[in-house]
């Protein structure tokens, strides 16, 4: 498997831990949190398989470029609309909850339309990059970032306020039914490998997952999830977590480093997912740009040449983000969350699967009759 693939899969899954997800699985603790994370790790390891063996039927193709090709206009049209609304709903949230964040913890007395104009400007750079440089930038920030991030759970772990009591009372709910709500939100950690929708254009020789890959990305989404549910509830306990909104910014803020430079980890935790964050928005929202242009490609629409589509999709991305963040509660975008993954998540896997199994039926087809 490619480096890069991972890249996708990993810093979907990062980016969660310190959103609404962990305040999700710990809400459904009572009812049966821990089976839901087994269900979906199993669930999220089989999808992946699924989709690398469909998309690399497809080298250097992207899913307009797939359904162009080998699926009616009618059917392809309201699919990618529906994928492209997705994949940038999924990057609002993630700029809503980092939003948030900087605020509550970093600058509070920053105003947030500074904050969002900020994100505007860098996000907006690298929505416009092409695809393989948005590889290369998140391979880059992966491996300056992600250390840290190891080193601060590593040390959460061996911490001596961390009370394995509480992780021993969460572990003792294997015997619980699973719970939906639980299941989709780990679902949704564990689904990176969908942005291939789009990022499948710089595979063009996309390797089928082998053996070992499989067992490593297992091992890797294992540990986050795990992590994700069980570190914060050894530091926080179960009633206190069930009112926090982010509890994994809590956790972080109960470990010192005291001979470090800085002392409390919080602020260089909350930094290096912040820098994971801006990645994951650049990705999901490249993605939804890259599907509704194919469906509103104004070819009249230019500028000396220029032609305006994609620029006239990234002002109305903005337009639509500053009126949300302005709007929405705390609550209100917890409930909403909750929404998505509950209804949109699962949709969109059975979907993107549905397609790429009709596209490859329709290639066969193409095949066949060409060999006639």
């Known amino acids: 498997m490619s480096r890069f693939l991972f890249y996708l899969i990993l810093i979907n899954m990062m980016t969660s831990m310190v959103s609404l997800t962990p305040r999700i699985l710990i809400a459904g603790s009572g009812s049966g949190t821990v089976v839901s994370l087994i269900i979906a790790?199993?669930?999220?390891?089989?999808?992946?398989?699924?989709l690398v063996r469909l998309f690399s039927h497809f080298p250097g193709l992207g899913l307009p470029e797939i359904?162009?090709?080998?699926?009616?206009?009618?059917?392809?049209?309201p699919i990618l609309l529906f994928f492209g609304l997705a994949w940038y709903t999924a990057g609002l949230f993630t700029l809503i909850a980092y939003t948030i964040i900087i605020i509550r913890f970093l600058t509070?007395?920053?105003?947030?339309y500074t904050i969002v104009l900020t994100f505007v400007i860098v996000v907006t750079y690298g929505v416009f990059m092409k695809a393989r440089n948005i590889l290369y930038m998140s391979e880059i920030i992966f491996i300056v970032v992600v250390p840290l991030i190891v080193f601060?759970?590593?040390?959460g772990y061996i911490n001596r306020d961390l009370n394995w009591d509480y992780v021993r009372i969460a572990l003792m709910e294997i015997n619980h039914?699973?719970?939906?709500g639980a299941f989709t939100s780990s679902l949704?950690?564990?689904?990176?490998?969908?942005?291939?929708?789009?990022f499948n254009r710089v595979f063009t020789q996309l390797k089928k997952p082998t053996g070992k890959g499989m067992a490593l990305l297992t091992f890797l989404l294992a540990y986050v999830l795990a992590s994700t549910y069980f570190l914060p509830i050894g530091f926080g306990g179960y009633e206190p977590l069930k009112t926090t909104i982010f509890p994994w910014i809590m956790t972080s803020d109960s470990i010192r480093m005291k001979f470090g430079i800085i002392e409390r980890i919080v602020f260089i935790f909350t930094g290096a997912f912040l820098a994971l964050g801006v990645v994951s928005i650049v990705m999901h929202w490249h993605v939804s740009i890259q599907l509704l242009a194919s469906v509103f490609d104004f070819k009249r629409f230019k500028w000396k040449s220029f032609n305006l589509t994609f620029p006239l999709l990234i002002v109305m991305f903005w337009v639509v983000a500053m009126f949300v963040i302005a709007k929405i509660s705390t609550e209100g975008l917890f409930r909403a969350v909750e929404m998505y993954d509950d209804y949109f998540t699962p949709t969109l896997l059975v979907l993107l699967v549905f397609c790429l199994l009709l596209a490859r039926k329709g290639a066969a087809s193409k095949w066949r009759k060409s060999k006639k």
């Open 41 to 50: 790790l199993f669930v999220g390891i089989v999808m992946t398989y699924i």
């Open 67 to 77: 359904l162009k090709a080998y699926a009616p206009k009618w059917f392809a049209k």
């Open 108 to 112: 509070p007395n920053m105003s947030i």
């Open 152 to 155: 601060i759970q590593l040390k």
């Open 177 to 180: 039914l699973p719970d939906y």
């Open 188 to 198: 949704f950690i564990v689904i990176g490998t969908a942005n291939l929708v789009i």
